[in-house]
C-alpha cells in the first residue's frame, strides 16, 4: 500500500508540476566545452584574488558557475557567465538581482541608457532565443574610455524572467512582493543566470561561426524558446 500511494503521489506531483529537476553535477562544463568549433576557452575568476572570489561565491550562493573567456580564430574575445541554483536553492528574489545593472554599475561602470533593450530577439541555428537584455557599459580608466557590449537572461522555471522594469538597479516593489509570496507558497524554481559580453559589438560577433555555435551550445542548455523546460532526474 505504502508503495502505491508512493507511485500515486508521483504520477500526481508529474500532473500538477511539482516535481523538483535535479542537473547532473558540472552540467554546465558539459552544455559549453572549454574548446569547441574553432573556439579556445579559459577560466578566469569572479575576483582579482582568491579572498574576493570566495565572498563572490558566498553573495551568489549558486550550485554551480562558469565564467569563461573564448578567443575566436580572428583573435576576438568574448566572455560568457553562467549561474545556476537548483530547485529551492535561493529565493527568486534574491537571485534575480544579481545583473550587470546593478553589480557592474556598482563596481564603477556606467550603463548607457540610450542603447538598453529590454528584449532583443536572436535566432542562432534556426531558432530563437528566450529574448536578450541588451546593454551598453562604460568606464574611465586613466584617461581612456572603455565600452562593453552585453546580453543577459535570467530564466525561472525553464521562462525568461521579466524585471517589469526598464533598468533592474533596484528590484521592483512589485515583482519583489510578488516573488516574495511564490517563493513562501512554492519554494524556488530552478534558475539560471547567462550573460554574454565582449568589447566587441554583439551584432559583428553575431556573423561569425565560431561566435553562433557558443549561442547554440546555451540556447540548448536553457535559451531555445519551447513549450516546457527540459528533462533531468527526479530528486
Given at each position: 500500500?505504502?508503495?502505491?500511494?508512493y507511485?500515486?503521489?508521483?504520477?500526481?506531483d508529474?500532473a500538477v508540476?511539482n516535481?523538483?529537476?535535479i542537473?547532473p553535477?558540472k552540467?554546465?562544463?558539459?552544455a559549453l566545452?572549454m574548446n569547441?568549433?574553432?573556439?579556445k576557452?579559459?577560466?578566469i575568476?569572479?575576483?582579482?584574488n582568491?579572498e574576493v572570489t570566495?565572498?563572490?561565491e558566498?553573495?551568489?550562493?549558486?550550485?554551480?558557475?562558469?565564467?569563461?573567456e573564448?578567443?575566436?580564430?580572428?583573435g576576438?574575445?568574448?566572455?560568457?557567465y553562467i549561474?545556476?541554483?537548483?530547485?529551492k536553492?535561493?529565493?527568486?528574489?534574491?537571485?534575480s538581482?544579481?545583473t550587470p545593472d546593478?553589480c557592474w554599475?556598482?563596481?564603477g561602470?556606467?550603463?548607457?541608457?540610450?542603447k538598453?533593450k529590454q528584449?532583443?530577439?536572436?535566432?542562432?541555428g534556426?531558432?530563437?532565443l528566450?529574448?536578450?537584455?541588451y546593454?551598453?557599459?562604460?568606464?574611465?580608466?586613466?584617461?581612456n574610455?572603455y565600452?562593453?557590449?552585453?546580453w543577459?537572461?535570467?530564466?525561472?522555471?525553464?521562462k525568461?524572467?521579466d524585471?517589469?522594469?526598464?533598468?533592474?538597479?533596484?528590484?521592483?516593489?512589485?515583482?519583489?512582493?510578488?516573488n516574495?509570496i511564490n517563493d513562501?507558497l512554492?519554494g524556488s524554481?530552478e534558475?539560471?543566470?547567462?550573460?554574454?559580453?565582449?568589447?566587441?559589438p554583439?551584432?559583428?560577433?553575431l556573423?561569425?561561426?565560431e561566435?553562433?555555435?557558443a549561442?547554440?551550445k546555451?540556447g540548448?542548455?536553457?535559451?531555445f524558446e519551447k513549450?516546457?523546460?527540459?528533462?533531468?532526474k527526479?530528486?
Amino acid at each position: 500500500m505504502l508503495a502505491g500511494a508512493y507511485f500515486v503521489l508521483s504520477d500526481w506531483d508529474d500532473a500538477v508540476g511539482n516535481v523538483e529537476i535535479i542537473k547532473p553535477e558540472k552540467h554546465l562544463e558539459t552544455a559549453l566545452p572549454m574548446n569547441f568549433d574553432g573556439l579556445k576557452g579559459k577560466d578566469i575568476p569572479l575576483g582579482a584574488n582568491e579572498e574576493v572570489t570566495r565572498a563572490t561565491e558566498k553573495i551568489l550562493a549558486v550550485n554551480e558557475f562558469l565564467n569563461r573567456e573564448y578567443t575566436l580564430s580572428d583573435g576576438g574575445k568574448f566572455t560568457v557567465y553562467i549561474s545556476y541554483w537548483a530547485p529551492k536553492k535561493e529565493p527568486v528574489r534574491v537571485a534575480s538581482t544579481h545583473t550587470p545593472d546593478r553589480c557592474w554599475v556598482r563596481s564603477g561602470w556606467k550603463n548607457d541608457d540610450s542603447k538598453k533593450k529590454q528584449s532583443e530577439v536572436l535566432t542562432v541555428g534556426g531558432k530563437k532565443l528566450m529574448p536578450a537584455y541588451y546593454r551598453e557599459y562604460t568606464v574611465e580608466n586613466m584617461g581612456n574610455t572603455y565600452r562593453r557590449y552585453v546580453w543577459f537572461w535570467f530564466i525561472t522555471g525553464g521562462k525568461r524572467y521579466d524585471y517589469n522594469a526598464s533598468d533592474n538597479y533596484a528590484p521592483s516593489p512589485i515583482m519583489y512582493v510578488k516573488n516574495m509570496i511564490n517563493d513562501a507558497l512554492r519554494g524556488s524554481p530552478e534558475m539560471y543566470f547567462i550573460r554574454v559580453d565582449s568589447d566587441i559589438p554583439l551584432a559583428e560577433l553575431l556573423n561569425k561561426k565560431e561566435f553562433e555555435s557558443a549561442l547554440v551550445k546555451l540556447g540548448e542548455l536553457i535559451l531555445f524558446e519551447k513549450d516546457n523546460p527540459e528533462g533531468g532526474k527526479k530528486k
